[in-house]
């Protein structure tokens, strides 16, 4: 039996608190080692790095999700008992409903509702000295998606519920008040789209077939009952808040814009394709979720190491973005790396790997024709200029943004 390397600190629940994305990262370089344990709350704890353990952490005889997710995740970010807490059976059912809104008809659908908002939104900003792209790109999302899922959002409450849906996110790596308005942005959201679960059930509300709110309305558990409405409106919001979340990337993708000029000119002569490569190349370099939980399923022995039932093991994200093993000079900012380079199920996990059926992201092919179609905008929809401001962002934040949130000045509408 191989003993795996472990971490010198006694507990490393402050290290990543310090050390935040890299936290894997540095220690698979500073052990020599892609598997290391810890100790986290007090807990035994095993840190996975690599495509091949990857593979591991995506087959489902091995691991399970329930009580990986942390309380206080759970009541902020994704919701208590959602999809992402659930395995076997009980996980298809919910899984399935998400992934039947993944067609290509109702992804277009999405498109179109978001080429309206970005139109309506650059007319707003030629009127305005200075923007926060970031907050401005928050809205827009959140407008279409509402549209999108057939949740009636008022114009006038429009920028409060995109606030609390960013808020339910940035609480994921927060404590104190980011916490605590993460937590409370989840209570006002869901009471809200309970509502309009409840409105739909009683035919108060008509919405369109196979729209995310009379899919989500309609979600039965693998008994076959209906689950409640506050759990339909947490899986409801399990669409609509990951979509406004983009605005992360897009800011990011502002920001490699702004500060690769080059690919400007690229992106606008080049295929179609060469958006996409630049879009990965951004789902690559910026950092979103740091690393996904699991516990064992059973006792299991893989490469000589023991996997004991219960243990809570962790798969680095951030870090296989940046291993030079998969991407050469990984902090250069390159699109042509995406070039003729395959993608496995398990060497470019930013929105998590494996099998659409398994845990893998159930909105990675929206956020990437989301992402392809606001760099077009931004690079051939408006002109704008980039005022001085502090770009950088904070690795030991999770999640992270540029600190300004990307000012843009004067901004017009091309053509
Ligand atoms: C799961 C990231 C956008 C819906 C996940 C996971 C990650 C992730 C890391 C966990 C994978 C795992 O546990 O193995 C992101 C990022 C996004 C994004 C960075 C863009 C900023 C979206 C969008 C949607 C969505 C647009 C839906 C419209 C989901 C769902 C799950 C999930 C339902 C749970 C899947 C499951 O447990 O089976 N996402 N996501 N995400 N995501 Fe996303």
């Known amino acids: 039996m191989q003993t795996i390397p472990r971490d010198s600190s006694l507990d490393s629940t402050l290290d990543v608190v310090r050390e935040g994305f890299p936290f894997i990262w540095n220690r698979v370089r500073g052990l020599h080692s892609d598997i290391f344990q810890i100790r986290l709350m007090g807990q035994r704890a095993i840190c996975l790095h690599g495509p091949e353990a990857a593979q591991l952490f995506y087959e489902p005889a091995r691991f399970v999700r329930t009580g990986a997710v942390p309380r206080r995740i759970q009541t902020t970010l994704m919701g208590q008992d959602a999809v992402q807490t659930k ?134 558990d693998a008994d076959g009952d209906l689950l409640s409405a506050r759990m339909a409106a947490i899986e409801l919001i399990n669409v609509v808040r990951p979509i406004v979340a983009i605005a992360t990337y897009i800011t990011f993708a502002a920001v490699a814009l702004h500060e690769y000029p080059a690919y400007k000119g690229l992106l606008r002569t080049a295929s179609d394709d060469y958006t996409e490569y630049f879009v990965q190349e951004v789902r690559r370099d910026f950092p979103f979720a740091p690393f996904l939980g699991a516990r064992v399923r059973e006792d299991f022995t893989w490469r000589g190491c023991d996997f004991k039932k219960g243990t809570l093991v962790l798969l680095d994200v951030y870090g296989l973005n940046h291993d030079p093993r998969l991407w050469p000079e990984p902090n250069v900012f390159w699109p042509d790396r995406f070039r003729n380079r395959p993608i496995s199920p398990y060497d470019f996990i930013p929105q998590g ?56 000045r004067h901004v017009r509408i091309t053509g």
């Open 353 to 408: 790997g494996g099998h659409y059926s398994g845990h893998r992201c159930a909105g990675e092919w929206i956020t990437i024709e989301a992402l392809k179609q606001a760099v077009t905008f931004l690079n051939d929809g408006i002109t704008y200029d980039v005022p001085a401001q502090d770009l950088r962002y904070d690795l030991t934040r999770m999640p992270t943004l540029p600190a300004s949130g990307f000012l843009m």
């Open 87 to 220: 395995d076997g059976n009980e996980h298809r059912c919910r899984k399935d409903a998400f992934m039947s809104l993944m067609t290509p008809q109702s992804r277009q659908t999405l498109m179109q509702q978001l080429a309206r908002e970005w139109q309506a939104a650059a007319e707003h900003w030629t009127g305005q000295q200075q923007i926060v792209l970031f907050n401005e790109v928050l809205e827009v999302l959140c407008r279409a998606a509402c549209a999108w899922a057939n949740v009636p959002l008022p114009e006038k409450d429009a920028r409060h519920r995109a606030q609390d849906f960013w808020a339910m996110v940035d609480a994921f790596g927060g404590a104190g008040p980011r916490h605590w308005r993460g937590k409370r942005a989840r209570t006002r959201t869901e009471d809200w789209i309970e509502g309009v679960i409840k409105k739909i059930r009683k035919g108060k509300l008509h919405v369109a077939a196979d729209s995310p709110a009379h899919v989500m309305a309609g979600l039965r």
